[in-house]
């Protein structure tokens, strides 16, 4: 099988910092290669530099696409060669996508530009491909522009424009990271029919293994910049030569160990809980639409309910719900902790009783205050809730708090811009769990890490739960995660609980059709 793209001693440097370390691998015609490693092992900078996309790089060794050299290659040829011969699909649809031009339009203009269509043939053509990408009524959605659709319908735009001139070789960079299991699903099988279709070349970039799994042909294992091992997938899954990659195949989450202790009296439960927002619907009238409808639960002390379901389900609506996050007018039920109605509470009562639940969100850069060092954001809680504890016993806490969550008291004076991801994530699990709460609510606390930091945080909930008997309520669309840390689970559909129960029970023995189809798409 001939080598089409072919990168020999490539090396990338950030001024003085290599970050990219004389990578070489190769890409047949037609094969699928997945290129994995942890956040920070260098893939995305070397698909990047395939392409020769980020200015700031400077590059030295070779790419060889055909009969061309990318890295000394006038940028003519590159703009000539970008998107007609090689097409790139980015981690983030909503920032590589422009805002202000339909989706349509942007299809159309790859179409235009490299195949010379005129408007017409342009556009009857860009709604072909949005149809074969599995988008619904693509003659309606070409005109929309990116924030009127949702993760999935974003992502297969991007692939439908992408691929508008079928191009030879196709660059995914982490395609499917943002999206839940079924479209995850539904994307990765979408790439596999195209690639076979078109008998494309696909160069894969992950930090999924199980992904890699069902999808690649061969495998390229990165660890800060360099190469550490490659060959066929089943060969490296395998029989892994190389620690880093045993580490990696070794972080995938294990299932809950602990049985759930059924006679613990519920800490949070919630009846009849239901969400409803306005809408102006006319000239003179609100009409309320439902989002979560009729949801009773019940989460004992020292235990977690995970919350499962796709996007749009009403998952984290629920959880700001039972945390009272959300306008008291549009929540309906009751709400309990401890034996007191949580919903009843208003004003200076409900300030004081949120010492007892805390929130950790998806996304911790955009959670924590870049204004604020990590012991400011640390100790503002115990500064707002025991205001008698002086300075040196708030320091203290702090310490010990930030040394529970594996940071040394160095970072105190440092802001959140200078931590990784997987650090700033400890930081805010620090600042929810330093005022020792009763729920603590998750919302996707691992969905941007990569394997190894997510099994770190995940061993770091288990641990914090069994000291302090905190209840977890969890959120996330990845069911490995779910399996390896929640006692129960509930499952949304469309704002409703359509199942729920011990999480072993529910997985080997799922009784909705929903359900079946989720753990399918997650587990397979």
């Keep these: 099988m001939s080598e089409l793209l072919t990168v020999e001693g490539l090396s990338a440097r950030f001024g003085q910092q ?184 696909v160069l894969f970039i992950t930090h999924d293994l199980n992904l890699v799994r069902r999808f690649a042909d061969r495998v390229v294992v990165m660890q800060a910049g360099r190469v550490v091992e490659s060959g066929a997938v089943d060969k490296v899954f395998g029989q892994p030569s190389h620690p880093y990659t045993r580490a990696l195949l070794a972080s995938r989450p294990v299932p809950l160990a602990v049985a759930p202790m059924e006679e613990v009296p519920a800490r949070l439960a919630a009846r009849q809980l239901s969400v409803a927002f306005t809408r102006r619907s006319g000239w003179f009238r609100n009409e309320p639409v439902p989002i979560v409808r009729d949801v009773a639960l019940s989460l004992p002390a020292g235990q977690t309910l995970g919350i499962v379901g796709e996007s749009g389900s009403g998952k984290t609506t629920l959880g700001l719900a039972l945390m009272r996050l959300l306008d008291a007018g549009a929540v309906s039920g009751e709400i309990v902790l401890d034996g007191s109605r949580l919903d009843a509470l208003r004003g200076e009562a409900l300030r004081r009783a949120r010492r007892d639940f805390q929130v950790v969100f998806q996304d911790p850069y955009a959670s924590l205050s870049p204004r604020l060092t990590v012991g400011e954001i640390v100790g503002e809680g115990l500064a707002l809730h025991q205001p008698e504890l002086s300075p040196a016993e708030r320091h203290a806490r702090v310490v010990a708090m930030l040394a529970e969550v594996g940071l040394d008291e160095v970072v105190l004076d440092r802001y959140p811009h200078e931590f990784s991801g997987g650090q700033r994530q400890r930081i805010a699990i620090a600042r929810a769990v330093i005022l020792r709460p009763k729920v603590l609510l998750l919302d996707e606390p691992t969905s941007a890490l990569d394997a190894t930091l997510q099994k770190q945080v995940i061993e770091l909930l288990l641990d914090l739960q069994a000291r302090y008997g905190i209840s977890y309520l969890f959120i996330s669309h990845d069911l490995a995660v779910i399996r390896a840390l929640a006692h129960r689970v509930l499952v949304l559909k469309g704002g409703e609980v359509i199942e729920h129960g011990a999480t072993p029970t529910v997985f080997a023995s799922p009784r909705e059709p929903y359900t079946q189809a989720l753990l399918a798409a997650a587990l397979a």
């Design 18 to 201: 290599r970050v990219v370390d004389a990578v070489s691998f190769g890409v047949a015609a037609g094969e699928k290669v997945a290129l994995v490693g942890e956040s920070g092992s260098g893939k995305t900078v070397t698909a990047q530099a395939i392409l020769r996309l980020n200015p700031d790089v400077a590059l030295s060794g070779t790419v060889r696409y055909g009969r061309d050299e990318l890295v000394a290659a006038p940028e003519k040829r590159l703009r000539q060669l970008r998107g007609r011969e090689i097409g790139m699909i980015f981690q983030e649809p909503m920032t590589a996508l422009n805002p202000v031009y339909t989706v349509g339009n942007q299809i159309a203009e790859v179409l235009q530009l490299h195949l010379g269509l005129d408007k017409a043939a342009a556009r009857a053509e860009a709604i072909r491909l949005l149809a074969r990408t599995g988008i619904a009524e693509p003659e309606r959605k070409i005109d929309a522009f990116p924030f009127q659709l949702s993760g999935g319908q974003r992502q297969r735009a991007m692939i439908a424009m992408a691929l508008a001139a079928h191009p030879k070789l196709l660059i995914a960079d982490e395609p499917t990271t943002a999206l839940d299991v079924t479209v995850q699903s539904q994307i990765l099988e979408l790439l596999a029919d195209l690639q076979r279709e078109d008998g494309m070349a």
